[in-house]
């Protein structure tokens, strides 16, 4: 097959496809990446180049081959504990405030790829419980959701390989949250069952997932647009809880897209709450 890089219009229309399909920017100097991470999937489809795997691309009507295509334009690297604060604000803070409520509280992870946060949030719950017994009473829900149904399969599953298990998890943690079964470690059921996975685009509606106490949203907003930060943060603004709390990646702010939210700082980190309606206002 030919390995020259795209030529400059069909970048170009691709820049635009991928924009529009999931709200990913590419730069404007991508070529070689695009075609590198393209060319697995051209071949796989056995189209004879990457113009015209293009062309029957931007028609759209081959839903598994644009699946295939975000999967191989998006960057799914995530690891139990991610930067470790939001875990520490979560257990220190907000759960303790969220138990006195007494109320069921429904936890979301935005863009969940292989299900680590989600499971990171679940293994953070049962530790709070377990060092403050009989405190928190009411249940509690983990929605995982990511554009790719491949990664979503994979959190589903809850089964892990020595590489991924090792990235941010302590061998206690290992041992304690997961069994060790034909060379997977497999997550333990009580932290599964608060979890579950589906698939969403973050560029689609949210009315089905319903009101959340808490959106976990990491590292995924630095992908998209200045427009398409602010169309999500408004969006997840909606669905939070009153008082519910935002938490982003550690270079990922609302400030300059919204005005929804407020910064709060914890001894561990930063957080984002929702504003309190001013009625009338
Ligand atoms: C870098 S990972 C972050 C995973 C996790 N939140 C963390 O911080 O470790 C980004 C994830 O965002 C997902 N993603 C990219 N665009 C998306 C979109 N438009 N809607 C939903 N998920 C998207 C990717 O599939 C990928 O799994």
Redesign the pocket.
Known sequence: MDQSPIPLNEYNTFRQYLEDA???VLGENKHYLVTSRLKRVTEEFSFPSLSDMMKTLVTGNNPRLREKV??AM??????WF??VYPFEILRNNLLPELAEKKAPIRIW??????G??AYSISMTVSEFQQQNPGKLTSSVEIVG????QT?VNQAQQGAYDELSVVRGLSPERRDKFFTHKDDKWIINPDIKLRTRFTE?????SYNLLGKFDII?????LI??SSEMKKDILERMAKILKPGGTLIL?GSESPTGYTREFMMVRYPDGVVYRLKESIPGV
């Open positions: 999931c709200g990913i975000i999967d998006t960057t799914n690297e995530t690891m991610r930067d992870s935005a863009a969940s790829s292989t680590q946060e959701t990511d554009i790719s990664v969403l685009n973050l560029l689609n976990f949203c990491r590292n995924v992908y998209f990646g």
